[in-house]
C-alpha cells in the first residue's frame, strides 16, 4: 500500500487519507494538499494556514458581516420524543475564547418533549441576552402559542434587542417551524415519509 497524504482539513488539522482520496482533492483544490507523510498521521498546522486570501480581504474592509456557518437540527422521532443541536464557527472576527449562544442551552439550544425543539442562529450577544430558544419553549408552554407565533414573537423580542437571526423548530404535535429576520436562512425539513423541503430566502 503506498504511504498516506496529509490534507488539511477545518480548523487546521491535517489528517492523512489515501492516495487515491489525496489524488481527488488534488484535482479539485491542489492548494489545500501538503506534502506526503512519513507515517505521521494527524499534525496541527499553523493556525493561519487555511486562511483565504477571501477572507482576509473580509477582515481588512470592516465589514465583517453574517457568519453564516452555523448549522442547526431539531427532530421529533416516531414516539413523540424531541430532540435539537446547533454548532457553529461562531461569527466572523469574533474575539479569542467568545462562546456564543449556540452551545449554551436555553439560548441557542432547547428540547422538551412536552412541547418544542429550538435551535437558533444569528447574533450570538442578543439571542443570549433574551434566552431565545427558551423563549420560544416559554411562549407554547405558558402562553399556549403554536410553533410558528412563538417562533414569530421570539424573532420579535431578539430584534428589541438589537439582534437579527433565525431559528428552526418543530412540537410535540410535529409541527415545524423555520423563520428569520436575517437576509436568508438555508434551511430543509422532511414529515414522516413526505417530500423533502428546502428553501434558502423567504417564502
Ligand atoms: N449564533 C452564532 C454565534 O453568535 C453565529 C451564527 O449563528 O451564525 O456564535
Redesign the pocket.
Known amino acids: 500500500m503506498s504511504a498516506p497524504a496529509l490534507v488539511t482539513v477545518a480548523h487546521g488539522t491535517r489528517v492523512a487519507v489515501g492516495n487515491r482520496v489525496a489524488a481527488a482533492i488534488t484535482a479539485k483544490a491542489s492548494r489545500r494538499l501538503a506534502v506526503p507523510a512519513q507515517g505521521s498521521y494527524v499534525e496541527l498546522c499553523d493556525p493561519g494556514w487555511p486562511v483565504t486570501d477571501e477572507q482576509r480581504a473580509v477582515l481588512a474592509s470592516g465589514d465583517l458581516g453574517?457568519?453564516?456557518?452555523?448549522v442547526?437540527a431539531v427532530a421529533r422521532d416516531a414516539q413523540g420524543r424531541l430532540a435539537a443541536a446547533?454548532s457553529?464557527?461562531?461569527?466572523m472576527g469574533?474575539r479569542r475564547g467568545?462562546?456564543?449562544?449556540?452551545p449554551l442551552i436555553g439560548a441557542?439550544t432547547w428540547a422538551d418533549d412536552d412541547t418544542v425543539a429550538v435551535s437558533?442562529?444569528?447574533?450570538?450577544?442578543a439571542?443570549i441576552r433574551i434566552a431565545m430558544a427558551h423563549e420560544v419553549e416559554a411562549l407554547v408552554r405558558l402562553r399556549g402559542m403554536g410553533v410558528e407565533q412563538a417562533c414569530a414573537e421570539a424573532l420579535r423580542e431578539l430584534e428589541r434587542r438589537g439582534g437579527h437571526?433565525?431559528l428552526i423548530a418543530v412540537s410535540a404535535a410535529g409541527e415545524v417551524a423555520a423563520q428569520f429576520s436575517s437576509p436568508g436562512m438555508t434551511r430543509g425539513w422532511r414529515v414522516g415519509d413526505g417530500p423533502v423541503h428546502t428553501a434558502v430566502g423567504a417564502g
Open positions: 453574517w457568519a453564516a456557518g452555523t442547526g446547533t457553529t464557527g461562531g461569527t469574533k467568545r462562546v456564543g449562544d449556540s441557542g437558533c442562529t444569528g447574533d450570538g450577544e439571542i437571526g433565525g
